[in-house]
C-alpha cells in the first residue's frame, strides 16, 4: 500500500504524520498551509490532502478552499472541531481513531474499472463499498451496495418493492417501507446529480 499523501499539521510526536507513515504510507509533511500549497504546485500529491487544524489552532476554511483551488482533483480531508466546512471531502472529528482516517484515505484510492459493476456513469466498487459517479466518491454500507447492485444487474428494469424486500431482505413482509425508503433516499444522494430529476433512481406509487 503506497499512497502518496500531503499532512499539514504542526509536527508532533503523535502526529497524524508519523502515525500514517508507520502504516506504510508515502507522507510528505507540511508545518505550514504555504508550504503544503507549494507542494501542491509542484504536483508531488497524487492521492489525498490531510489537514489538521487542530494542531494549528484553527478552522482551516480558508486553507481548504486554497488547497481546492490548487488542486480540485486531490480529496482534502480535515481533522476539525468545526463543522463541516464547505469546501472539504471528508471532516473528522478530534476523537476519529487512526483507522477510521485509514478508512477514508482507502475511499479516495484510484478506481479500477475492472474490478467494477458499471452502469452509464456509475461504477460500483462492492470489494471497498464504494460508488463512483460523475459527483464524486461515496461510501455505502453493505445494504446500499446490495441494493444497488441488484438494481444495476437488472439494467434499468422497473423492479417491485416486493421484489427488493424478498432479494435483499430476503422477506415477504412490505408493509413497514420505513428501511426501504431510507436505503432508497440515502442511493439517490450518492448516485444523483438532481435529486429533484433523478436520472438513475426513480420510484413510483
Known amino acids: 500500500m503506497k499512497r502518496d499523501l500531503l499532512v499539514i499539521e504542526r509536527n508532533t510526536r ?19 498551509a504555504g508550504v503544503g500549497l507549494e507542494v501542491l504546485g509542484q504536483h508531488k500529491i497524487s492521492h489525498a490532502v490531510i489537514l489538521n487544524t ?10 481548504c478552499a486554497s488547497l481546492k483551488r490548487a488542486a480540485p482533483r486531490i480529496p482534502v480531508l480535515i481533522y476539525s472541531d468545526q463543522e463541516k466546512l ?20 482507502e475511499l479516495y484510492s484510484p ?11 456509475i461504477y460500483l ?22 441494493i444497488l447492485k441488484y438494481l444495476m444487474k437488472k439494467k434499468g428494469s422497473v423492479v417491485s418493492k416486493e421484489e427488493l424486500f424478498t432479494r435483499i431482505w430476503k422477506t ?8 426501504l425508503y431510507t436505503n432508497i433516499s440515502f442511493l439517490r444522494g450518492a448516485i444523483e446529480q438532481d435529486l429533484a430529476v433523478p436520472r438513475y433512481l426513480r420510484t413510483a406509487g
Open 14 to 32: 503523535d502526529s497524524l504524520a508519523s502515525r500514517l507513515t508507520a502504516e506504510g504510507y508515502s507522507i510528505c509533511l507540511a508545518e505550514t
Open 54 to 63: 487542530i494542531s494549528m489552532r484553527t478552522n482551516g476554511a480558508r486553507t
Open 86 to 105: 464547505a469546501k472539504a471531502d471528508e471532516l473528522l472529528r478530534p476523537d476519529a481513531t487512526i483507522r477510521k482516517l485509514i478508512n477514508k484515505i
Open 111 to 121: 478506481m479500477d474499472k475492472k474490478a467494477c459493476l458499471q452502469y452509464g456513469e
Open 125 to 146: 466498487d462492492e470489494e471497498k463499498q464504494r460508488v463512483f459517479t460523475p459527483n464524486g466518491v461515496s461510501h455505502l454500507p453493505a445494504k446500499g451496495i446490495q
Open 172 to 179: 415477504s413482509y412490505v408493509e413497514d417501507m420505513n428501511t
